[in-house]
């Protein structure tokens, strides 16, 4: 049973060739880690049950610490005031660039990047105000005229 072990290593050896084909997910560097475990056992045990048992234990492991290292290296998800995705909108300072009427959508620039707004207030809003975003619903901003006492010194970029 001497070639279980080289089977094991090659498994785990084709598993990094894998991760490096799929960089970012970690699944077959876990299965890699069980491999070589499955080829330790393997020194030690000819049973394919029990190296396979092995290979499940490792890779299993291998799996959630991964997992949980990962989470708390590079994951803010959970984090106390972690935004994300149109949540970390609201707050953000923007220019109005096509007036926003009384009944009328206009469009705001934030960050660059155009986006369709109407006024938190139905107030209309001339084009160069400076405004903060109160909310999004659906792809629209809803915004209202910055005021300057807001304690955000966060820059607006007109350029």
């Not at 499940?56 to 984090?79: C, D, H, Q, R, S």
Request: net charge positive.
């Amino acid at each position: 049973m001497d070639k279980m072990i080289y089977i094991w290593v090659v498994i785990a050896f084709l598993g990094l060739i894998f991760e490096m084909g799929s960089p970012g997910l970690f699944y077959f560097l876990s299965f890699s880690f069980g491999a070589l475990l499955a080829a330790l056992v393997a020194f030690f045990s000819e049973s394919l049950v029990v190296q396979g048992i092995a290979f499940i234990i490792g890779t299993g492991v291998a799996l959630a610490f991964l997992k949980y290292w990962l989470n708390a290296k590079f994951y803010f998800e959970g984090k106390p005031g972690y935004k994300s995705n149109i949540y970390a909108l609201q707050g953000k300072k923007g220019y109005v660039t096509v007036g926003i009427g009384k009944h009328k959508v206009g469009q705001v620039n934030l960050n660059g990047q155009i986006w369709i707004a109407q006024s938190v207030k139905k107030e209309p809003i001339v084009v160069g105000t400076d405004v903060r975003i109160v909310r999004v619903e659906g792809c629209r901003l809803i915004v209202d005229v910055n005021s300057e006492d807001s304690g955000d010194n966060e820059e607006i970029s007109k350029g």
